[in-house]
């Protein structure tokens, strides 16, 4: 049976890649989203959901071979190899099955040795993953102003351009309904007054779990 790492045979998940190579997911999905945005692509087109350990519903990318092979251009050669060779087991339904004692002691050894680097990279991450879940948790609310300014990389007018660009806001400055149900914004009615008379405005803040979204799609780490 082939894993569900490649679907239908003709993608793989981000998360295989990360697997394969040992960077963490949201570096991939980092790496992901710039061929996208270089390719002038809508990265909605290979977003796929799957659900964390602890019950969160998160986000990957599921690659065809063209676009895998543009964003393994990007990495070190032993990378490139590490990804195709994964691709190739998967895409076959091999598993790699020791033949002797020796060879299942070997791959043991490896296996080991691979639990253990991942464990070291845990560790190693551990203090942002735990500051991006206390975020993402957060029932709070941002403004746009305010998301800007913290991000020191963007002024607000600048933000909304970019956000407009990549097509996560419209036009008028709100989000596509997509981001909404994700739950990444919120949008809030005010009430203005011209020449004395009310108006109904709309103005977008930024949730939590929508602060760590924008931060991997503006390359923000």
């Known amino acids: 049976m082939v894993s569900l790492e490649i679907m239908n045979n003709k993608t793989m998940g981000s998360r295989a890649i990360a697997n394969a190579t040992g960077k963490h997911h949201y570096n991939v999905l980092i790496d992901c989203r710039r061929v996208f945005e270089a ?42 190899a590490k990804v195709l060779d994964r691709w190739k087991e998967l895409e076959e339904g091999l598993q790699r099955i020791p033949q002797t004692y020796s060879e299942a002691l070997i791959l043991a050894g490896e296996q080991a040795k691979l639990a253990e ?23 709070q609310t941002i403004s746009m102003n305010d998301y800007a300014k913290a991000t020191k990389k963007f002024g607000r007018t600048n933000l909304m351009k970019k956000l407009r660009k990549i097509k996560i806001l419209m036009e008028d400055n709100t989000p596509y309904q997509t981001y909404i149900d994700r739950g990444y914004f919120e949008v809030r009615e005010y009430v203005y007054h011209v020449l004395g008379h009310p108006r109904v405005g709309f103005t977008t803040v930024i949730t939590g779990k929508g602060q760590i979204w924008l931060n991997t799609r503006l390359f923000i780490l």
């Open 39 to 80: 390719l002038e692509i809508n990265s909605l087109d290979f977003s796929s959901q799957y659900k964390s350990l602890d019950g969160r519903t998160l986000e990957e990318y599921l690659l065809p071979h063209r676009e895998l092979m543009i964003l393994l251009t990007g990495y070190s050669i032993p990378l490139r």
């Open 117 to 139: 680097e991942r464990a070291i990279k845990i560790q190693e991450d551990k203090p942002y993953v735990d500051f991006a879940k206390q975020i993402e948790d957060t029932q």
